[in-house]
Each structure stands twice: as structure tokens, then as C-alpha cells.
Nanobody, 121 residues
């Protein structure tokens, strides 16, 4: 059974930093894309903020480019998201996810329970 478990969220002041971690257990094909998506409110569309493809290619949403960095452990059992210069609009539930295609993250495949990030001004 595949499980993704996030940690590292919490309250932080604007301009601060957080590092989110995701532990992956169970078998996931090495060809899968991994990433982080967020949902700011339950009724708002999810936003994929960062992804890393099987060849190591990273992609970032324009809203976080230059501030967030995604990284993955060699065995692909850990995934991290370093978030710097946080803004109040970064407040959201953040989810770790994996799917065959990066464009499907959070829609299909696997995801965790999420970790809440709250940025105060």
C-alpha cells in the first residue's frame, strides 16, 4: 500500500521560511512524477506549486517561482519543499503527491493527508 505522509507545516510570519517534508512508503514506479500542490480553501481549485519529474526536471508555479525549491531523496522515498519569503497568500493546505504525469498531480495517483501552512502578515 502506498502512503505519503507530510510534515513541517505550521504558523509562520510573512517573510519567514518553512521546509515541508514528505515520506513515501510502498512501491511507486520510478517513472512517476512527484510534487506538491496546495488548496487554499476547500472550494478553490488546487494549485500544483512544484513538481519533479522522473528525469529530475523541476517545474514551479509562477506564484512561487524563486521562493520555493523542491527536492527529492535518491531513493525517491522523501520529498521536500523549501519555502522562503512566505506571503499571506501562501496560506493553504499543502499536499505531497505522485502520479504518472505531473499534470495529473492531485487529480489522480497518490497524495497524502496534507499539512497546513498559515502565514500571518
Amino acid at each position: 500500500e502506498v502512503q505519503l505522509v507530510e510534515s513541517g507545516g505550521g504558523p509562520v510570519q510573512a517573510g519567514g521560511s518553512l521546509n515541508l517534508s514528505c515520506t513515501v512508503s510502498g512501491y511507486i514506479y520510478s517513472s512517476y512524477c512527484f510534487g506538491w500542490y496546495r488548496r487554499q480553501t476547500p472550494w478553490k481549485e488546487l494549485e500544483v506549486v512544484a513538481s519533479i519529474d522522473s528525469d529530475g526536471t523541476t517545474t514551479y508555479a509562477d506564484s512561487v517561482k524563486g521562493r520555493f525549491t523542491i527536492s527529492q531523496g535518491n531513493a525517491k522515498t522523501t520529498l521536500s519543499l523549501q519555502m522562503n519569503s512566505l506571503k499571506p497568500e501562501d496560506t493553504a493546505m499543502y499536499y505531497c503527491a505522485a502520479d504518472r504525469l505531473c499534470g495529473w498531480l492531485g487529480v489522480d495517483g497518490y497524495w497524502g493527508q496534507g499539512t497546513q501552512v498559515t502565514v500571518s502578515s
